[in-house]
């Protein structure tokens, strides 16, 4: 962090003035988690190549992370498992940002009662137990999860999960929203005779986005430990479909014979899970 | 905590016959920085006699709540570094167990810290505050100890002392704040008080019963006082000694006397002129460009100008503005209770009044920022309360606020740039427009440097990003230019750049301006014309010379002999006049 | 003189801080009562009409959702069903009929066993209740006492090594080291078994109450449960006393003489504790959540296993009333907690509200 010196006007270094090593190995991970599951079709196995005769077989050079139960190669898998991890997340950071800052513009209206009721509503989701939510909800969606190769899916559990990630953001942004009214930021727009239209677009947009940014990571990474967490309750995504959170109830079943089968795609989640809150919490120091 | 071994005084002033209270030898802090360490303090040596007072004077940022943390035994922060030997009492505390200096220094210095609204625990009550070391470290009774708080309230002028320890910090005002916190500083009984920053944000009222009271106390039980801050006026009123700090370092030392009469160093001598304090005017409006490079550039002006006003009468015109909250439980406030007032082209008027009178209300709803509850506003003849949306939006602009809070005006990531052109470009004006403007120029006649305008806003000093809101103000060619508090958070210098700037470009460009104040330093050096505001009424109005050589409202008078509190020691007789001469010349 | 204003009646100039006991008439203090517990039942309200929703959607219709569907129902006790709740009616009497019997504890029957929800749910609540406040208690005293002495060595290797560990521990789904736990455990274990109970809140030889046992058996869920939000609460009472810790009234402490002991845990400890009461207040649903796999891994016989075992049953009366009975504990103790972290930190809001209102 930096802020000016009252001292020459020039950039100093204050406080906390160590590179922010955890934010930056938590994007380099992350980076190279997201090219890895992007190119997983480039890996020379498929990721429903079945050979018995080449079950549990242990690290080797030709499988980086072994073989699972009935012979697929397993670093295949966690890659492509984390395609369909990673797009639960980012779809239901995107469906929790829309909705956090749909209903904060209610909460921040000047109608009172208008206003109240969102904040209601913000409260009962908030405390909607929402795993429970999501677990009922299999039972009404358990069809659409494995449509699609697991890609619906994601795009239905991203949704679902999204659904009931936005309110713990929601006051955030309408309390920036209604401070900035009266601002001194705003007062000189008006001072200035800027259009209403300026102002939503050039000012109020854009905070609005640079406040809700960095809290999205923390939503990914809730909703990557929601979408492990239900599949390996059996609530989610079901086998032979690869996601962390399947391969993890898979790897439970054969912990005995070669407990890589839940370590690999443990930890491919914990370290993804672990950047993105090390990005947020970097984010939002820089924001304040 | 690394302390290196005795090292030889580096300059320490001989001391009197008395015996020496304080003494420090190569003071230097350091803090952890990026790439290099920032270096706080620099080889600092000082020392203080029983009974005596010495000041520390310079800039924020110059390293001096650093020497006065170390100074007072307050632990490093992280990534501090800290170098050098104290003598309290003749004794070393660096020397002491832990648990022994911690009850050595706790009874034998005292710290007073600036107003801040943390500086006493919000969630114990005074009482508690004042008494729980005194039972911990001294083993005196609750009871004892609480009759002994209430004692020294007393003696510090409190009234209802009862009331006072039993309540919570934030249930009392800020001056009275502030005098607990001084009472938890006596309350041991020390031999040295440390007052940093001790009267900063306090109104201009309540820093002269404070400042007197230091300096009774001071007296009556002969304690040494190192008084820290960053207002010369302050410490020159207090101190014996004053150290000049600047940039970490001791610029100069000497009796203070010697540094108000002839100072030896540069520094010093600006600060004296900034503050007020000195005969000669150093040549700040020389460094300043020449007036012929700011005469105002035509066109777009001239038809404004044009426009509707007759060139003789006023300007604006405010005829009984009323302002009335209601507060969450159900009370109205009277903020603003019927003012009128008005204001000439080229005019400067100035709205003095403590904070809570009313000032900032009668400004901003004089532009219909907050609603009114009453009265008529007229521009140039025109009612605006008749104006609708575009014609409103144009009113703005030729009545433009200054906001207090230049910084949070402005998105920190914006560049200069375009900060500055924003107004033009929702014009749908070309930034740079055939007569002539353009960004470079607008910077220059706010002597910024030109280069500056790929920066951003966040990386630049609160003076600079005063004059980016200046430039941006003045893009627009408004006819009265609204200023509120514009100089409350920079130091004296900046400020009085800023002021002569302002009297510069008003005078060049015949703009009006109001400005909005609680210094009456500011005031009396740039205004034409005061009015005196308090609880929601103008008490007082006149020509600013005759308000302050011959103010008829108490309210006035108590204000200006506050302010003048600073000066009574002081062998200048006129010691504020140059800064008035500078202002009236036109 | 004129500057003294504090003697002037509460609220006579905006933001100014004012004494709260002459300032807050009792009216105004019924009316914030009655507002809040008003707008408790409302936000309640919204999650039983979001539960009733959701039952409609359930496959088999609200029938289903209340038991009506399992194979031993007979025709008579569909009818009973139909007749009780209102079902050949429209839906908001429905809500009207369900609402009701809610209110009375009536949830309907299971579609497994056939016994009533009420039942079921009672049965469990108890080993829930034990393994919360375990969680709980453990995370709080060791988040307090670690992340305070973290703050008062901000930067040091210990603090830096603290945020690595928890930076990493709070991402783990907490059944992952469950997992792994009880496979080194079982490996580790020899012929006599594992060192600790894996399975369970009691053992099959165990006759009536038994502290030492419940113990031995909670000792494993706490462990995985409080793992993750234990590394949550440490990095957040680490920041809000780092944050803290900056404020001048601690220098004024410490220059007072006081010992670092007082300094941190009287002064600083009192400034923290509300915030904190509040941020845990609203996390409490998600701490909710998280007991089912810790649950479910450990067969610990409570609320969250029941939860998943019918779930997977697709037992759906049982999941419901579980949803919407969670739901009303979270709000209510959310509001508690609130109301609790406003009562501690009544001078600090007042600070707040004193710096970002008035001039």
Redesign the interface.
């Known amino acids: 962090m930096t802020q000016p010196s009252a001292l020459t006007g020039e950039l100093i270094s204050v406080g906390g003035t160590k590179p922010q090593f955890a934010a930056k190995a938590g994007a380099i991970w992350l980076a190279i988690i997201v090219a890895a599951a992007v190119l997983a079709p480039l890996s020379p196995y498929g990721v429903n190549a079945i050979s018995v005769q080449s079950a549990f077989l242990p690290v080797s050079l030709h499988h980086l992370l072994g073989t699972d139960d009935v012979g697929r190669d397993m670093l295949t898998r966690v890659l492509y498992g984390g395609r369909l991890s990673l797009l639960v997340a980012i779809v239901s950071a995107l469906v929790g940002a829309a909705l956090a800052i749909a209903v904060a513009a209610v909460e921040a209206n000047k109608n009172k009662l208008l206003a109240r009721s969102a904040q209601r509503i913000n409260e009962s989701f908030n405390a909607f137990p929402a795993q429970f939510a999501l677990i009922v909800a299999y039972g009404i969606f358990a069809f659409g999860y494995s449509a699609g190769a697991g890609v619906i899916g994601a795009l239905i559990m991203g949704t679902l999960i999204g659904a009931f990630s936005w309110p713990f953001m929601t006051p955030i942004i309408a309390l920036r929203i209604i401070d900035f009214y009266g601002s001194p930021r705003m007062n000189s727009l008006i001072a200035i005779g800027a259009p209403r239209r300026h102002i939503f677009f050039r000012h109020l947009l854009p905070m609005v986005i640079a406040t809700i940014w960095p809290l999205l990571p923390y939503v990914a990474g809730d909703a990557l430990v929601t979408e492990g967490t239900l599949s390996f309750l059996g609530f989610g995504f079901q086998p032979p479909i690869a996601s962390w959170g399947t391969m993890m109830a898979t790897g439970e079943s054969y912990i005995y014979q070669s407990p890589l089968l839940i370590i690999a795609p443990g930890i491919a989640l914990a370290a993804t899970v672990a950047s993105l809150l090390a990005i947020g919490e970097a984010a939002r120091r820089a924001n304040s | 905590m690394r302390r290196p071994g005795p090292r030889l005084a580096a300059a320490t002033l001989e001391a009197p016959d008395a015996r020496e209270v304080l003494s420090a030898t190569g003071i230097t802090v350091q803090?952890?920085?990026?790439p290099a360490p920032?270096v706080a303090v620099n080889d600092v040596s000082l020392s203080l006699a029983e009974g005596r007072c010495l000041g520390i004077v310079g800039?924020?940022?110059?390293g001096k709540s650093a020497l006065c943390?170390y100074l007072?035994?307050?632990?490093p922060r992280?990534?501090e570094r800290r170098a050098g030997r104290i003598l309290v009492t003749g004794q070393e505390p660096a020397a002491m167990r832990s648990?022994q200096r911690?009850?050595?220094?706790?009874?034998t210095?005292?710290?007073v810290?600036?107003e801040?609204?943390?500086?006493?625990?919000?969630?114990?009550t005074c009482g508690k505050?004042l008494t729980?070391?005194l039972v911990?470290?001294l083993g005196l009774s609750r009871a004892v100890a609480l009759q002994q708080a209430a004692e020294l309230l007393e003696k510090l002028g409190l009234?209802?002392v009862g009331r006072v320890l039993a309540?919570?910090?934030?249930?009392?005002?800020g001056?009275?704040r502030q005098r607990v916190?001084l009472a938890?500083?006596l309350?041991?009984s020390p031999r040295l008080l440390i007052a940093d920053e001790a009267t900063t944000g306090l109104?201009v009222?309540?820093q002269a019963?404070v400042l007197r009271l230091l300096r009774e106390q001071q007296r009556e039980r002969n304690m040494s006082l190192l008084v820290v801050s960053h207002d010369l006026r302050v410490v020159s009123y207090l101190a014996d000694e004053i150290m000049v700090m600047h940039?970490a370092q001791v610029v100069e030392h000497g009796s203070t006397e010697a540094i108000l009469s002839a100072p030896t160093a540069e520094y010093t001598s600006r600060l004296l002129a900034a503050s007020g304090l000195s005969g000669e005017q150093p040549g700040l409006l020389e460094t300043l460009p020449p007036v012929a490079t700011l005469a105002r550039h035509n066109g777009a002006a001239a038809a404004v100008q044009d426009a509707p006003a007759p060139p003789a009468g006023p300007v604006l015109e405010v005829g009984d503005l009323a302002v009335r909250?209601v507060?969450?439980?159900?009370?109205t406030?009277d903020?603003v209770a019927g003012v009128s007032y008005h204001i000439a082209p080229g005019e400067c008027l100035a709205l003095v009044g403590?904070?809570?009178s009313g000032?900032?209300s009668t400004a901003?709803a004089m532009?219909g920022?907050v609603a009114r509850s009453g009265g008529v506003i007229r521009v140039a003849g025109q009612e605006t309360g008749a104006m609708d949306g575009s014609r409103l939006?144009?009113f703005?602009?030729e009545i433009?606020?200054?906001?207090?809070?230049?910084r949070?005006?402005?998105?920190p990531r914006w560049t200069v740039e375009q900060v500055v052109t924003?107004?033009l470009r929702?014009r749908g004006e070309r930034v740079a427009t055939p007569n002539g403007w353009s960004v470079a120029r607008a910077l220059q006649e706010v002597t910024l440097d030109p280069a500056l305008s790929s920066r951003k806003i966040?990386?630049?000093?609160?003076?600079?990003v005063q004059r980016v809101?200046l430039a941006?103000?003045l893009s627009?060619e408004p006819r009265v230019l609204v200023l509120d508090e514009p100089l409350a958070s920079s130091?004296v210098i900046v400020q009085r750049q800023l002021i002569d700037l302002l009297t510069r470009i008003r005078i060049a460009r015949g703009m009006a301006i109001l400005l909005i104040s609680h210094d009456l330093a500011v005031v009396q050096s740039i205004a034409d014309r005061v009015m005196v505001m308090y609880k929601g009424n103008i008490v007082e109005e006149g020509p600013s010379e005759a308000v302050f050589a011959s103010p008829q409202h108490d309210?006035t008078i108590?204000l200006l002999t506050s302010a003048a509190l600073a000066r009574e020691t002081e062998p200048d007789p006129e010691p504020l006049a140059p800064a008035g001469e500078a202002g009236a010349v036109s | 003189m004129v500057s003294q204003v504090a003697e002037a009646p509460a609220d006579s100039s905006a933001g100014r801080p004012a004494d709260r006991r002459a300032g807050v008439a009792w009216a105004v203090r019924v009316r914030q009562f009655v507002m809040a517990t008003l707008s408790v039942a409302m936000t309640l309200l919204i999650i039983c009409v979001a539960t009733f929703g959701l039952m409609q959607l359930v496959p088999g219709g609200p029938l289903a959702a209340l038991g009506g569907s399992h194979g031993k129902a007979s025709h008579q006790q569909i009818q009973l069903l139909t007749h009780e709740f209102l079902l050949n009616k429209p839906a908001y009497l429905q809500f009207w009929a369900w609402l009701r019997s809610s209110l009375q504890g009536h949830f309907g029957y299971s579609l497994v066993s056939g016994s009533p929800v009420a039942q079921l749910i009672q049965a469990r609540i108890l080993p829930s209740v034990e393994l919360f406040v375990a969680i709980a208690s453990v995370s709080v005293a060791i988040a307090w006492v670690l992340g305070l002495w973290l703050a008062k060595h901000e930067g040091g290797w210990v603090d830096r090594l603290v945020l690595s560990v928890t930076g990493v521990a709070q991402g783990i789904p907490a059944f992952w080291i469950g997992v792994l736990i009880i496979y080194v455990l079982v490996k580790t274990g020899g012929p006599s078994g594992p060192i600790l109970p894996i399975a369970g809140s009691e053992s099959y030889q165990s006759s009536g109450i038994a502290l030492g046992d419940l113990f031995s058996h909670l000792i494993l869920p706490t462990f995985v449960g409080a793992t993750v939000v234990t590394s949550y609460y440490i990095r957040v009472v680490r920041d809000l006393a780092v944050d803290a810790l900056q404020d001048d009234y601690v220098h004024v402490a410490r220059a007072k003489g006081l010992s670092e002991m007082r300094v941190v845990n009287m002064h600083v400890g009192k400034n923290i504790i509300g915030p904190l009461l509040g941020l845990m207040g609203a996390d409490l649903p998600s701490i909710l959540t998280g007991l089912v796999a810790v649950e479910e891994i450990f067969s610990w016989p409570g609320l969250g296993q029941l939860l998943a075992s019918s779930s997977a049953r697709q037992d759906y009366p049982v999941v419901l009333a579980i949803t919407v009975i969670s739901g009303a504990i979270a709000i209510v103790s959310m509001r508690l907690s609130r109301l609790l972290a406003d009562w501690i930190g009544t001078g600090r809001r007042e600070v707040l509200s004193a710096r970002t209102g008035g001039q």
Do not use: C, W
């Open positions: 803090f952890a920085g990026h920032v800039q924020s940022g110059s943390r007072a035994g307050l632990p992280p990534g648990s911690r009850k050595f220094l706790g009874t210095v005292g710290l810290l600036q801040s609204g943390t500086g006493l625990n919000p969630l114990m505050q729980e070391h911990l470290n009234p209802d309540a919570y910090p934030l249930q009392l005002s001056g009275m916190v938890i500083a309350s041991a109104d009222t309540i019963q940039s909250y507060t969450r439980a159900g009370a406030v903020a403590e904070s809570g000032k900032t901003l532009l920022l939006r144009r703005r602009r433009h606020l200054m906001a207090q809070d230049s949070g005006a402005f998105n924003e107004p929702l966040r990386t630049l000093s609160g003076g600079q809101a941006r103000a627009l130091d309210y108590e």
